[in-house]
């Protein structure tokens, strides 16, 4: 009777259950699955611990978030700024980069600049004296 009660009291409180045989325990591990892939999930003292995992890829070309179902996702940073004036281009350290671009025709006879909307420009440098006696040119 004593083996029995001592049998009923360790099955109710979890540590022993009956086995193959009378009186044989079995120690199951307590289940601290919270079914969340975003938590390394441990028992601790006989408490379940669940703590946030980082899915910090170090890559600054990615938002980096955590999916309860599938885990870390990594989102690629679009670096477009709308500016046809500048190379668009994501370092891993430093995010979004916007170079501008040369808009050198190699003419000195030419304003070489970059219109936001209408991306390079070349305006003829104007070598008008208003002198109608001589030819006015640009000689480049």
């Known amino acids: 009777m004593k083996?029995?009660?001592?049998?009923?009291?360790a099955i109710f409180i979890g540590v022993c259950v009956n086995a193959q045989?009378?009186?044989q325990c079995v120690f199951t591990p307590m289940n601290c699955n919270d079914s969340d892939a975003c938590t390394d999930d441990v028992?601790?003292?006989?408490?379940c611990v669940f703590t946030t995992i980082s899915c910090d890829d170090f890559d600054a070309c990615t938002v980096d978030n955590c999916n309860a179902v599938s885990g870390c996702v990594y989102?690629?940073?679009f670096c477009d700024d709308n500016d046809v004036c500048t190379?668009?281009?994501?370092?891993?350290?430093l995010?979004?980069?916007?170079?501008?671009?040369t808009c050198d025709d190699l003419d000195g006879c030419?304003?070489?600049?970059c219109d936001p909307v209408l991306?390079?420009?070349?305006?003829a440098i104007v070598c008008d004296d208003s002198d109608p006696c001589t030819i006015d040119e640009c000689i480049d």
């Open 3 to 9: 083996n029995i009660l001592a049998l009923i009291i």
């Open 21 to 23: 045989l009378p009186g």
């Open 43 to 47: 028992c601790a003292n006989g408490i």
């Open 75 to 77: 989102t690629s940073v």
């Open 87 to 93: 190379d668009d281009a994501c370092d891993t350290a």
């Open 95 to 101: 995010g979004c980069v916007y170079t501008a671009i």
């Open 110 to 113: 030419t304003i070489d600049s």
């Open 119 to 123: 991306n390079c420009q070349y305006v």
